[in-house]
T-cell receptor, first 114, second 113 residues
């Protein structure tokens, strides 16, 4: 079946602009995660959604970052007033449920802030 | 908090050589341990996992044993191939942290003929 998909695959933006990154999880997966992969910080957790529960936002680096998940499926990560240090690959993952299930990763969105 | 430490790369080996990539962890609960692999130009893929002490995860000739006494999960392969060239990430998921993954910094492996 289809895996996790993300769009766009690449995004170039100017400093100060807002960007939206999209994630389509595997159908039926109730848990969805966002991670960021950058040269300076490695792979770091950003936010986690599980069903209708309040999301775990503990990894968001600043209040410029927000995410939502509509209808328990598609998720959008929004970065407002982008900064150069936001340049990274943003990865989305999904798993069947909360717990110790395997997370399946999408191909990522490569964001470059000029 | 939770953390994962893995050996820095790059690691360069000749084909058919033995591979070890060290990984140690600290965690507050009873974590599951994972190795993910990222091939050039591709996304992260799960390579293997172990969910409790003394479990051995294995896949594609790679193995790793969950050692609680040494808090380690070293990755091994008896004979590497050029196609194994990739970046390998050790990670843990702690029962107390909603299953979010904590990753090591990654180890780049390059296998030459």
């Amino acid at each position: 079946g289809a895996g996790v998909s993300q769009s766009p695959s690449n995004k170039v933006t100017e400093k100060g602009k807002d960007v939206e990154l999209r994630c389509d999880p595997i159908s039926g997966h109730t848990a969805l995660y966002w991670y960021r992969q950058s040269l300076g910080q490695g792979l770091e957790f950003l936010i986690y959604f599980q069903g209708n529960s309040a999301p775990d936002k503990s990894g968001l680096p600043s209040d410029r970052f927000s995410a939502e998940r509509t209808g328990g499926s598609v998720s959008t990560l929004t970065i407002q007033r982008t900064q150069q240090e936001d340049s990274a690959v943003y990865l989305c993952a999904s798993s069947p449920r909360q717990g110790l299930e395997t997370q399946y990763f999408g191909p990522g969105t490569r964001l470059l802030v000029l | 908090g939770d953390s994962v430490t893995q050996m820095e790369g790059p690691v360069t080996l000749s084909e058919e050589a033995f591979l070890t990539i060290n990984c140690t962890y600290t965690a507050t609960g009873y974590p599951s341990l994972f190795w993910y692999v990222q091939y050039p130009g591709e996304g992260l893929q799960l390579l293997l996992k172990a969910t409790k002490a003394d479990d051995k995860g294995s896949n594609k000739g790679f193995e790793a044993t969950y050692r609680k006494e040494t808090t380690s999960f070293h990755l091994e392969k008896g004979s590497v191939q050029v196609s194994d060239s990739a970046v390998y990430f050790c990670a843990l998921s702690d029962t107390g942290t909603a299953s979010k993954l904590t990753f090591g910094t990654g180890t780049r492996l390059q296998v030459t003929l």
